[in-house]
């Protein structure tokens, strides 16, 4: 592909449409960040942030309450040794959680509770029985002296509790869902076996299950207020958020890859990242760590980074897969349905995933630079040394001609995403200049903006549209140019033809490089595509009026029925 004209820096040129958008954030990229205070800076050290305390805050207060309440005098008369329950229930209810979900285990766990609580009397009962039966008339009836040892209500009770673990547990396999009912299911079963041996009589069982029936309930009350009183959080507010993060995620991820690749059109790019096999064998283990550690350079560092942003991006996107169930379940007063939800998370993966995959060039070049060799010692002929240094200098040129239709597409996908969250109302709106306020108004100055098309505006997605043509009209040129020097560098290679290196090898060797740029291409295609679809679907839900005003939202008949056989 032709160079595209350069400025005086050396920078490819942009379109006047390509300078619009970007226009807008000049000044706020002049502008000197601020210094982050001693409080962020440990924040940021530690990896808190404030909903991650206010979680903290909020989990922590329904068992302080009930260790506290424990100190009133008719609370500590009325659960005599029950009371340890209160706090504890209260942290199994998990107050944490968001609203729609902390209901559905409310329920869950209500119905476990009541269901134990009968097993429990059940269990008590038979058990007691059992002691009446084989006791002698003469113990009957004795409530001074303390209470005999019983092997038959030792063993009604422990063949409950065995059969009723077993149970349980056969639930908890069968159904994910039921896996906390079933924990605190199995407390209150132990508790009361374990206990029951040292019941003589049906009301003392009535009482003692009476008790631990309401320290359980306590429990969860105090859990339930706090979860829908104390900072409220909704599975949509989780959604939006998620959204909000994957999509900084994926700008972030979109920039590195765009540095990485003009890092792989430096010549001296694989020249220390990579080692021979005669290397390896020389290093010791010690030495081995030291030298991977003083080797390390700046495309290593890169490298490195680039793969943790985007295992990040798959962590975040495996848990918004999860969420989006309970969001789309979720009654909310807000402005995007079931639907519009569904179809935003299905979009942003199809533009996630063939970007994550541009990623995979890292260990693509990785294992190029480690078969080919291009990690030479002071003992390599100079024929074998030119030679690798000719097929760097191609790989090189290759890289050079890629990045500039990368960079066009990455500043379109960079203000599309950004489009989308301003439009969705996930991301903030930019602030724009206004009029003064001595003229009593506070609408958009349109002439400070001038012609200029920033995200969020209407016409915004016919902008992103020309671009993509404009990338579009492109392709294709990588690769004639790509064959057309190959041909050239055949034709001087039949000149001066080195003797080691095979017509096998050279095919092999070519065959790799217009694969790359083949695949590529394609992914860079399928993500202009994706990008394409994103925008237009945010872009009309401002155009039909679906982002004007908010209204109650309920889940369909259909979501509450699979909710239900779920």
């Known amino acids: 592909m032709a160079s595209p004209e350069t400025r005086q820096n050396g920078r490819p040129s942009q379109s006047q449409e390509q300078q619009e958008p970007a226009a807008a954030g000049d000044d706020a990229e002049e502008r000197p960040k601020p210094k982050p205070t001693t409080l962020k800076r440990f924040m940021g050290n530690v990896g808190m942030d404030a909903p991650t305390l206010v979680l903290m805050f909020k989990g922590s207060i329904p068992p302080i309450i009930g260790i506290s309440i424990y100190q009133s005098t ?50 008590l009962w038979s058990s007691i029985q059992a002691r009446i039966h084989t006791s002698p008339p003469t113990s009957q009836g004795t409530t001074i002296a303390p209470l005999p040892y019983n092997s038959s209500q030792s063993a009604v009770c422990a063949v409950w509790l065995f059969a009723n673990i077993w149970v349980a547990n056969l639930v908890r396999a069968k159904l994910p869902s039921f896996n906390l009912p079933v924990i605190i299911y199995c407390i209150l079963i132990n508790n ?45 507010m989780v959604v939006i958020g998620e959204f909000n993060g994957l999509i900084g995620l994926l700008r972030k991820l979109v920039g590195l890859q765009m540095e990485y690749l003009a890092g792989l059109a430096k010549e001296d790019t694989f020249a220390i990242e990579t080692e021979n096999d005669k290397t390896r064998e020389a290093l010791g283990a010690k030495k081995k760590v030291k030298a991977k550690y003083e080797r390390k350079t700046k495309e290593a560092k890169a490298a490195e980074y680039l ?29 995007l349905d079931a639907r519009d939800l569904s179809e935003t998370f299905t979009l942003i993966r199809n533009v996630m995933i063939p970007i994550v995959a541009m990623s995979t060039i890292i260990d693509i070049f990785h294992r190029v630079a480690e078969h080919q060799g291009w990690n030479v010692d002071e003992d390599t002929p100079a024929e074998i040394v030119a030679e690798k240094n000719r097929e760097k200098q191609v790989w090189n040129d290759t890289m050079k001609k890629m990045h500039p239709p990368f960079q066009m597409l990455a500043e379109a996908i960079d203000q599309g995403l950004e489009h989308t969250g301003i439009c969705l109302e996930t991301l903030p709106k930019p602030n724009l200049s206004k009029k003064p306020k001595s003229s009593g108004s506070d609408d958009i100055d349109v002439e400070a903006r001038g012609d200029k098309i920033n995200p969020g505006d209407e016409r915004f997605a016919s902008l992103v549209d020309r671009k993509m043509r404009q990338f579009y009209s492109q392709k ?50 399928a993500t202009g595509e994706a990008l394409l679809d994103l925008v237009a679907f945010a872009s009309e839900k401002v155009k039909d009026g679906t982002m004007n005003h908010k209204r109650l939202l309920f889940p369909s008949g259909y979501r509450l029925r699979t909710w239900l056989t779920s």
Request: with cysteine; proline share 3%; charged share 15%.
């Open 74 to 123: 008719p609370i500590s008369t009325y659960f005599t040794t029950q009371g340890y329950l209160i706090p504890i229930f209260s942290v199994l209810a998990i107050a944490i959680l968001p609203r729609d979900r902390f209901i559905q285990n409310l329920i869950l766990n209500h119905l476990s509770i009541c269901v134990g609580s009968a097993i429990s009397l059940l269990a």
């Open 192 to 236: 009361s076996t374990t206990f029951g041996p040292m019941i003589a009589r049906t009301t003392a069982a009535e009482a003692f299950v009476k008790e631990q029936l309401l320290a359980m309930l306590f429990g969860m009350g105090l859990a339930t207020g706090v979860s829908l009183f104390v900072f409220p959080i909704s599975s949509r």
């Open 307 to 335: 793969k943790e942003v985007v295992g990040t991006i798959r962590v975040l996107a495996g848990k918004l897969y999860g969420d989006m169930t309970f969001a789309k379940r979720d009654m909310a007063w807000g402005k």
């Open 476 to 525: 294709g040129k990588i690769l004639r140019i790509w064959v057309r020097e190959r041909r050239l560098a055949a034709d001087e290679a039949k000149l001066t033809h080195p003797q080691h290196l095979t017509a096998s090898d050279t095919m092999q060797r070519n065959q790799a490089q217009i694969y790359i740029s083949l695949y590529m291409d394609q992914l860079m295609h």
